[in-house]
């Protein structure tokens, strides 16, 4: 009878120590990090107002682009220009299972006489022109920094038109 009480407990012992084993091998499936691949900006919104972006893909040049909201096919617009004039950069990342989906924003001069045309917030987006003018932002993914991303915007002042 000793004999099979101490299988008896050795059978359940190893039984638990398998159990326990498949329950954390399941719980590291639940723990993995899933990276930002691509960001995709959707639009930009200035006040109420959403504007579509497309992506325009030229030999030396690329990236996001506003859209003409009065044309049937893709072209770049140019925003109305006004003092202090923000708009906020939307963008989406994928997969939409990223762990972390947070960017970071960055703005490059973008001008024949490399003036400082806009600023942009790092963490939000705010995107605030200084004058008018075109100037480019990257996006960056903050759990994956190769993952970028850049939209150009043009503002353009119509008061001297």
Known sequence: MRKSVVLIISTIS??????????????????????????????????????????????????????????DHNAQFAIPYQENLTMLIIYEVKPETSTNKNVTFHTTIHDDIERQIATVERDSGLVTFLQDGTASFDLRAVDNPATTTKIKIRTKDFSFD
């Open 14 to 71: 190893l039984l638990a120590i398998i159990a326990i084993g498949l329950i954390f091998q399941r719980a590291k499936i639940y723990d993995e990090t899933v990276y930002i691949e691509e960001i995709i900006v959707k639009s930009v919104k200035i006040g109420d107002d959403f504007f579509e972006t497309y992506y325009y893909d030229h030999e030396t040049d690329y990236g996001y682009r506003v859209k003409d909201p009065n044309k």
